[in-house]
Structure formats: C-alpha cells, structure tokens
C-alpha cells in the first residue's frame, strides 16, 4: 500500500498564497506522476496539476500563471505553490500518485479563500 500525507492547507484572504506538500511512502516500486486534484462542494473532482518523473509539468488551464507544482523524486514528494489566490479556488485538494497500473489518494487538505 501506499499511503500520501497532505499538508500546508488553511484559510487566506484573496490575492495571498499557500503552499501545499505532499509525501509519499510505503510500497512505491517506481513514481511515474504526482499532482492534485481538486473538489469543491457540490462540484465533481477536478485535476489542477500534475508532475511527471522527471519534472515536466501540466496545468489546468484556470491556474496557469498562478501555481506552480515541484517535486522531489528521490524524496517522493511533490508540492503546489499556490499564489494569487481566488475565492474560487476554495476546495478540498486531494493528492495523488500514479504507479504501475495503479492510483493513490491523500486524504485531502482544507484550501478556503476568503473574499
């Protein structure tokens, strides 16, 4: 099994930032993609970005500009930095791992931004 430990949520004021973290351990033969997904109240789970071995990165297109994903492959940690931030962007954000044939979930992590 796998398990991923979330960190770095809370609540900010509009315009300000946050940093999730993201830690994987546990039975990891080999880390293709780590990133985040997104849910917000009544809203389906969205993917905001992911990271691939290696460093290449995605998006989705409402936080280009605005956050950024890293990580650590040795480590098995991958992390969001999360500026300019909008109300909207309030959600539980879930991290993720891909190995072989397989996905993992944290547990989430609270994300409110206050107007």
């Known amino acids: 099994q796998v398990q991923l430990v979330e960190s770095g949520g809370g609540l900010v004021q509009a315009g300000g930032s946050l940093r999730l973290s993201c830690a994987a351990s546990?039975?990891?033969?080999?880390?293709?993609?780590m990133g985040w997904f997104r849910q917000a109240p009544g809203n389906q789970r969205e993917l905001v970005a992911s990271?691939?071995?290696?460093?290449?990165?995605d998006y989705a297109d409402f936080v280009k500009g605005r956050f950024t994903i890293s990580g650590d492959d040795g480590k098995n940690t991958v992390y969001l930095q999360m500026n300019s931030l909008r109300p909207e962007d309030t959600a539980a954000y879930y991290c993720y791992v891909d190995l072989v044939g397989s996905r993992s979930w944290g547990k989430g992590t609270q994300v409110t931004v206050s107007t």
């Open positions: 990271r691939r071995r290696g460093g290449s990165a």
């Open positions: 546990g039975s990891i033969s080999r880390i293709n993609v």
